[in-house]
């Protein structure tokens, strides 16, 4: 079972991410703090540690989780098109799968080549809509559907 392994917000555009160890989630502003909450489609992003490793690897060098500016950072899962319209459950909270999260050119501009090293096998995470409410934490475990 996948489990939550960091979480991180940013409340405007091209700002530094912003660790947190808990997160409030709404239906209507997605991760409270994060400016792309109220974004349908990709409200909130779940990135997959060992693809971001994978990543990093490509581009010979350690970068930080937080350079993909995703929301989440979880671990023991690899994602593909078949996560499309599943439903994650972590705790009370359940997200729906609306897409791959395509690397941005903010990826370059933090470290060349990283556009290209997340492109490939959905590397740069996926997107998802709040269906129902609630708490998340750092450990908690995440079910797909």
């Known amino acids: 079972m996948s489990s939550i392994r960091a979480i991180a917000i940013k409340n405007r555009p091209r700002v530094a991410m912003q660790v947190i160890d808990s997160a409030q989630i709404t239906v ?4 409270l703090g994060d400016f792309r909450g109220t974004q349908q489609g990709r409200q909130i992003t779940i990135l997959s ?8 690897t490509e581009v010979d060098t350690d970068l930080a989780w937080t350079t993909r500016r995703a929301n989440l950072l979880v671990d023991k899962v690899e994602f593909d098109s078949s996560y499309v319209g599943k439903t994650v459950r972590i705790g009370a909270v359940e997200l729906m799968v609306t897409s791959e999260t395509y690397p941005c050119s903010l990826m370059d501009a933090q470290h060349q080549g990283l556009t290209t090293a997340l492109t490939p096998d959905w590397r740069g995470g996926i997107c998802c809509n709040v269906i129902k409410p609630g708490e998340i934490k750092i450990g908690d475990q995440i079910e797909f559907d």
């Open 28 to 31: 209507a502003n997605g991760i």
């Open 49 to 56: 540690e060992s693809a971001w490793h994978k990543a990093c």
